[in-house]
């Protein structure tokens, strides 16, 4: 009897096994994945990822025959094949064999080092692309010749071949022919696309241009979709009128999707893989619509964001293989809380009295002002919480909620909340029920249709931002440019932000003259871009930016906390900080 490899399945249909048949070429607008019932059980289950979509174009452009590698998704391990059909062109057999975990008794870095050193990396590459020490990465090599039994990396190589054992997605992608065909499948995958036929892929010899995507939200977040769309449009017309002294123009693809409309979703972030984009910028709409965070992650290319939720940086952080070229170009939602906690220590408590505060908070979405130690650094600031209250993105019977949370009478109330008709909606009952609460928001009345919205009368609003235009020479001149060009004054926030997204890679892109999204990064993460809005520095593992003071005391490399006062006559700065 025939011995196999415990990693080895025997031929046929394993328990669990998924096969499809899939279309690619440039006949097919959307590569189709059609289940085959024999070794599927049945089509109900799953197609394949996008991610996994886009290695068979790469099997496909890469013109091998058959292939065999590693794939992880979810934490679910699999031997991934694939075959070209014969007699059938543009076709792609795919099948999928669940593992228990990583094979040979080997752990997930093993695998991923193994196909570093296939990819003929040394160590000190290595221990780049996986972003650990030189010495841990030679004590791991060290480690596994004795584990493979082998005596050089040259043996590990062919090991890893001939088991099976290399694992795709590579850790910083392949940027040269290897001579090893499951490597240059990886290669030929990061110019093919897992939602348009990778036929389409536009070569990058073709163009010297520039071409950034712009993600503007819509439906009920379109005043600031509005602002995020012209803030990039100005900073491109900027680069264009100075190209001859700065490098290469610009050209501008803006896409708007209602982040809560699925099919608008799908249908924006294919007309940017059809426009062939660059890199992407974008406001946050990847926390409204986690849809837009995966296609980033899949899509391969560098995106910018103002995201501010923290599951958004902790996914970066946890797993930088998929979420590398994921830069969030703000602080955090945490930094709002820290503003919030400064802005009450400016309020003491008369007496022996604690003032009160009351909260309304949007429930996710990236602008949460409490967790679960709010109340107790509350209450070292002398205050006390009164009631909590998480609403939706819709709130139904707002004055019942308002009346609710006036009960107490508090001295303050957050209101904290991502859509601007509602949180003008909540702000106008309580100035109804109670004409001079004191009201303190988060980010909202940064976009212009706040202001327009709220009934003022006695009401008092203060506001703060984790970004945002400071009045400094930099803000006043972006200021009067954008008065300039759109016959109107910018928003606090986004337009800002935008315009210093797209202004970021053009400058990364002129500097490393690459395309590559590795090469963009690497100079995102080791430099700092002065903006509008402040310094992008992204140190931190989460490649997000740091508020001033909250989160770094230094001015020069982070982005300032900015508070305002609303009132009739336009909004007044309390603080820088």
Not at 211 to 231: H, L, N, P, W
Not at 283 to 309: C, I, K, M, Q
Request: aromatic fraction near 6%; charge should be neutral.
């Amino acid at each position: 009897m025939r011995s196999l490899h415990p990693d080895h399945a025997p031929t046929g249909p394993a328990d669990g096994e998924q096969s499809w048949d899939i279309a690619v070429g440039p006949a097919v607008p959307v590569p189709v994945a059609v289940p085959v019932p024999a070794s599927t059980e049945g089509s109900g289950r799953p197609g394949p990822s996008p991610a996994l979509l886009r290695r068979v174009a790469g099997f496909h452009e890469s013109g091998v025959g058959t292939a065999r590698f590693l794939w992880c998704e979810e934490g679910r391990w699999a031997r991934c094949g694939l075959e070209s059909r014969p007699g059938t062109p543009g076709t792609v057999a795919l099948t999928l064999s669940p593992l228990p975990g990583p094979p040979s008794g080997l752990t997930a870095r093993e695998i991923d080092i193994i196909s570093l050193v296939a990819l003929g990396l040394s160590n000190r590459e290595i221990s780049s692309r996986l972003g650990t020490s030189i010495r841990t990465v030679t004590t791991q090599v060290e480690r596994l010749l004795k584990k493979l039994g082998q005596d050089s990396r040259a043996g590990v190589s062919a090991l890893a071949v001939d088991r099976d054992l290399i694992r795709l997605p590579i850790p910083g992608g392949v940027e040269h022919r290897s001579g090893i065909r499951v490597l240059d499948i990886e290669r030929h995958s990061a110019t093919a696309s897992a939602v348009a036929a990778p036929a389409r892929h536009r070569a990058r010899g073709s163009r010297d241009t520039l071409r950034i995507g712009t993600i503007a939200v819509s439906g009920a977040f379109a005043a600031d979709g509005c602002e995020t769309a012209q803030g990039a449009a100005l900073a491109v017309g900027d680069i264009n009128t100075l190209r001859h002294d700065y490098g290469r123009s610009v050209e501008h693809v803006t896409v708007r999707i209602d982040p809560l409309d699925e099919e608008s979703v799908r249908t924006g972030l294919a007309a940017l893989v059809e426009a062939d984009v660059d890199a992407i910028t974008s406001s946050y709409a990847s926390a409204l619509s986690p849809a837009v965070f995966e296609f980033a992650a899949d899509f391969g290319r560098t995106f910018l964001h103002t995201n501010t939720w923290t599951r958004s940086v902790d996914a970066v952080r946890e797993d930088p293989r998929r979420y590398g070229h994921v830069f969030q170009t703000c602080p955090s939602e945490t930094t709002y809380q820290a503003a919030l906690l400064a802005y009450l220590r400016t309020r003491p408590a008369p007496g022996d009295h604690a003032h009160r505060l009351a909260v309304v908070e949007l429930d996710g979405y990236g602008c949460a002002v409490t967790d679960r130690n709010f109340e107790t650094r509350v209450r070292e600031a002398g205050w006390r919480v009164t009631s909590t209250h998480r609403v939706g993105l819709a709130v139904e019977h707002v004055d019942e909620l308002i009346a609710g949370v006036l009960a107490d009478r508090p001295d303050v109330v957050v209101l904290s909340h991502l859509s601007v008709e509602t949180a003008a909606e909540l702000q106008n009952a309580i100035t109804r029920h109670r004409p001079d609460q004191l009201t303190y928001h988060i980010y909202t009345p940064s976009v212009p249709g706040f202001a327009r919205r709220i009934e003022h009368g006695g009401g008092q609003v203060v506001w703060s931002t984790v970004t945002g235009r400071p009045d400094d020479p930099l803000g006043r001149r972006f200021t009067e440019s954008y008065a300039r060009t759109f016959g109107t004054p910018p928003g606090r926030s986004q337009a800002s932000a935008a315009y210093d997204q797209v202004r970021m890679l053009h400058a990364a892109f002129s500097i490393t003259g690459s395309y590559h999204p590795r090469a963009i990064g690497g100079y995102l993460r080791e430099s700092a871009y002065r903006g509008v809005n402040g310094t992008y520095l992204f140190a931190d593992p989460g490649q997000s930016v740091t508020g001033y003071p909250y989160d770094s005391g230094d001015q020069s490399l982070s982005q300032p906390t900015l508070t305002y006062r609303l009132s009739g006559g336009g909004q007044e700065i309390l603080s820088v900080a």
